[in-house]
C-alpha cells in the first residue's frame, strides 16, 4: 500500500516532467496565438500593432492555403493507403516460416532508420533524376521517354519517397500483432473448411483491426508535419504543387519573415492536428492498461 | 507427400520474401554501392551493379570537404545529451506513476501523449524568436534542449510499459525487509529496470538521430548536425552522386546499426505501448 509518504515522493517526483511539458506546451502556444494576432514582420521591427483575424483571413483566403490543404491531405492519406495495404500484405508474408527470416526482417525494416534527408536526397537523385537516375535508365534500356518525376509529379514522388520510409514501421507494427494470432482458431477454422479469403476477412483482418488503427492514427500525426523531404526536394514547387501546410507556415514565416501571418497558420495547422488527435487518444486511451 | 507440397511452399514463399526485401532494402543498397564508385562511374549509362572499380576517395574527400566528423561529433551529442537529459526527467516520473498510481496518473499520461501531437510549425516562431534572443540559435544546447522535450512523453510512456511489469510485490517484499525508499530504487528496481531503459535509450537515441524539423531550422553551419550536413548536398555542384552516396552512408550506417539491434523494442515505444 502507497503511503502518505510515498505519496509525496512521487508527486516530486513526477512533477519535473509535468512542469516541463507544460511549459514547453503552453509558453510557446500562447505567445504564437499573440503573434497571430499582430501585424508583425521581422523586416519592420517596432511596427508591430493589433489587426484581430486579419492574418486568419489573409492565410485561410490565400489559394496557396486551400493547395497546400489538399496536398496534406493527399500525402496522407496516399502514404497510409501504401503503408497499411502494404504492410499488411508485407506481415502476412513475414508471418510464413522463410528461410532467412531475420536477415529478411532486417531488409525489410531498414528504410524507417535512414534520416529524412538522406532517403529524399537518394531518391532524388539517384532514382527520380530524368538524367541521371536509376529509373530514367531503365526506361531507356525498353525504349521509353525518361520521365521528369519531380518535375511532372511532384507530390506523388513525395508520397513514394515518405511512403518507403514508413511502410517498414507499419509492417513492423502488423506483423507483431500477427503474431499474437491465436493458432488453434486459424487450425479451427481450417477444419471448418474455411478458404483462405474467409479466414483473412473473418479471423486475421478483425483481429488485427486494433494495430492497423495504432499505425493510422501514429502516422497520421507524423506525416501531418513532413517537411524535411519537401524541402530539399522541390521546396514545395512547382508553384505550391508539393507545398504542405508545414511547409506553408515555414516558408510564411523563415523565408518571408512574415511572423504575424506564420503565427496564424501555425494555430490552423494546430486545429487540424487536433482534430486528428482527439481520435488517436480515444483510440489509444480505450487500450490502455493502467 | 504433405510433407513435399508444404516444403515446396516455403521454398516459393521464401523466394518472394526476399525478393520483396531485396526490393525495399534496394535503395539503400545502390547508395552504399554509389558511394564506392568514382563519380563516372556513378552516373554511367548502363550502370554497373558490382563491376566497377572500387575506390575509397569519395569518403575522404566529402571529409575534407565539408568536415563530416564535426557534423557526426553534433549529431552524437545531441542525439545523446537529449536521450540522456530526457531519461533523467522521465525515469522518477515513470516510476511514480508505475509504482505509486495516483486516480489522476492515466490523464496525466494521456495527457503528455497529447503534447506529441502538437506540430512543431505551431511553436517554431516563439521558438525561434526565443532562440535568438537567449543565443541559442545553432548551439548544440538548443537542440538538445528541444528535443529532450519533443520526446519526453515518448520515454516516459516506454519506460512506464516496462516499470509496470516489474511486479510491486517485490517492492512490497523489499520494503517489509526494512529497505528504504533510496535502497529500494537502487537495489530492487535498478537491476530490474536495466533492460527497459537501455532500449528506451536505444529508441530515442534513432528518433533524435533522424529528426529532421528543428535540426534544420534551428541550425546552420556550427551545431548542425547530420541530418542538415545532408541537406547541404540539395544544391549539386557539377558531378556529386558518389560523393552524395558517401555521406548519406556515413550519415545512417551508426544508427542502421543501433536500429536493427532495437528492432523489437520499437513497436512498443512508437505505439506508445498499445501494440507489444
Redesign the interface.
Known amino acids: 500500500m502507497?503511503t502518505a509518504h510515498?505519496?509525496t515522493?512521487?508527486?516530486f517526483?513526477?512533477s519535473?516532467?509535468?512542469v516541463?511539458?507544460l511549459g514547453?506546451?503552453i509558453?510557446?502556444?500562447s505567445?504564437?496565438i499573440y503573434?497571430s494576432f499582430l501585424r508583425y514582420n521581422l523586416l519592420m521591427p517596432g511596427m508591430e500593432e493589433f489587426t484581430g483575424f486579419t492574418n486568419y483571413r489573409f492565410f485561410l483566403t490565400d489559394p496557396a492555403f486551400f493547395e497546400a490543404l489538399v496536398n496534406t491531405i493527399v500525402l496522407v492519406v496516399g502514404v497510409l493507403l501504401i503503408t497499411v495495404i502494404g504492410g499488411t500484405l508485407?506481415a502476412l508474408?513475414?508471418d510464413?516460416?522463410?528461410?532467412?527470416q531475420g536477415?529478411?526482417?532486417?531488409?525489410?525494416?531498414?528504410?524507417?532508420?535512414?534520416?529524412?534527408?538522406?532517403?529524399a536526397?537518394?531518391?532524388?537523385?539517384?532514382?527520380m533524376n530524368p538524367v541521371?537516375g536509376?529509373f530514367a535508365?531503365m526506361a531507356?534500356?525498353v525504349g521509353l521517354e525518361p520521365f521528369d518525376f519531380l518535375a511532372q509529379a511532384p507530390l506523388f514522388s513525395i508520397i513514394i519517397m515518405v511512403a518507403?520510409q514508413w511502410?517498414?514501421?507499419a509492417t513492423?507494427?502488423l506483423l507483431?500483432?500477427l503474431q499474437s494470432l491465436d493458432r488453434e482458431q486459424i487450425e479451427a477454422s481450417e477444419i471448418d473448411g474455411a478458404g483462405p479469403f474467409s479466414r483473412f476477412f473473418y479471423i486475421v483482418l478483425p483481429h488485427m483491426a486494433?494495430?492497423i488503427t495504432?499505425v493510422i492514427l501514429?502516422q497520421t500525426?507524423f506525416l501531418?508535419?513532413v517537411?524535411?523531404e519537401i524541402?530539399?526536394?522541390t521546396n514545395g514547387g512547382p508553384g505550391y504543387a508539393s507545398t504542405n501546410?508545414?511547409y506553408l507556415?515555414?516558408v510564411q514565416?523563415?523565408l518571408q519573415y512574415d511572423?504575424g501571418g506564420?503565427?496564424a497558420?501555425?494555430?490552423v495547422?494546430?486545429i487540424?492536428?487536433?482534430i486528428?488527435?482527439i481520435f488517436?487518444?480515444r483510440m489509444?486511451?480505450k487500450?490502455?492498461?493502467? | 507427400m504433405a510433407r513435399a507440397v508444404s516444403t515446396r511452399r516455403q521454398v516459393a514463399v521464401s523466394i518472394l520474401a526476399w525478393v520483396v526485401a531485396l526490393a525495399i532494402f534496394f535503395p539503400i543498397l545502390w547508395t552504399v554501392l554509389t558511394s564506392f564508385k568514382t563519380e563516372a562511374e556513378a552516373i554511367a549509362s548502363p550502370p554497373s551493379f558490382l563491376f566497377f572499380d572500387w575506390t575509397l576517395e569519395n569518403y575522404g574527400e566529402v571529409q575534407e570537404r565539408s568536415d563530416y566528423f564535426r557534423h557526426f561529433m553534433n549529431s552524437v551529442v545531441i542525439s545523446l545529451g537529449s536521450t540522456l537529459l530526457g531519461l533523467l526527467i522521465a525515469i522518477p516520473a515513470a516510476w511514480s506513476m508505475a509504482f505509486v498510481p495516483a486516480r489522476r496518473t492515466k490523464d496525466v499520461l494521456m495527457w503528455m501523449l497529447s503534447t506529441k501531437m502538437l506540430p512543431p510549425v505551431g511553436v517554431l516562431i516563439p521558438i525561434y524568436l526565443m532562440f535568438r534572443d537567449l543565443g541559442l540559435l545553432d548551439t548544440r544546447t538548443g537542440l538538445v534542449i528541444v528535443l529532450t522535450l519533443i520526446n519526453l512523453p515518448i520515454i516516459v510512456w516506454m519506460l512506464y510499459t516496462y516499470f509496470k511489469e516489474i511486479p510491486g510485490e517485490i517492492l512490497e517484499a523489499a520494503r517489509m525487509d526494512g529497505a528504504t525508499l533510496w535502497s529500494e530504487i537502487v537495489h530492487v528496481l535498478t537491476p530490474m529496470a536495466v533492460p527497459g531503459i537501455a532500449s528506451t535509450l536505444l529508441l530515442n537515441v534513432i528518433l533524435a538521430w533522424n529528426e529532421a524539423f528543428w535540426t534544420l531550422n534551428l541550425t546552420a553551419a556550427k551545431a548542425a548536425p547530420l541530418t542538415a550536413f545532408i541537406a547541404s548536398y540539395s544544391s549539386p555542384e557539377g558531378l556529386f552522386y558518389a560523393k552524395l552516396s558517401a555521406a548519406s552512408t556515413m550519415a545512417i550506417a551508426p544508427i542502421l546499426i543501433i536500429g536493427w539491434f532495437s528492432q523489437k523494442q520499437l513497436v512498443r515505444g512508437l505505439t506508445f505501448g498499445a501494440v507489444k
Open positions: 502507497a510515498s505519496r515522493a512521487a508527486r517526483m513526477l519535473p516532467a509535468v516541463l511539458l514547453w506546451m509558453i510557446p502556444l505567445m504564437t503573434f508485407l508474408l513475414l510464413q516460416p522463410v528461410w532467412g536477415v529478411v526482417r532486417i531488409l525489410v525494416i531498414a528504410p524507417f532508420f535512414v534520416m529524412p534527408t538522406v532517403s536526397l537518394v531518391w532524388k537523385n539517384m532514382f541521371n536509376l535508365h531507356k534500356a518507403w511502410l517498414p514501421f513492423l507494427i507483431t500483432a486494433r494495430a495504432v501514429i500525426i501531418l508535419s517537411f524535411a524541402l530539399v526536394t501546410i508545414t507556415v515555414y514565416s523563415l511572423v506564420g503565427s497558420g501555425g494555430i495547422a494546430v487540424l492536428a487536433n486528428v488527435a488517436l487518444m489509444i486511451g487500450n490502455l492498461e493502467v
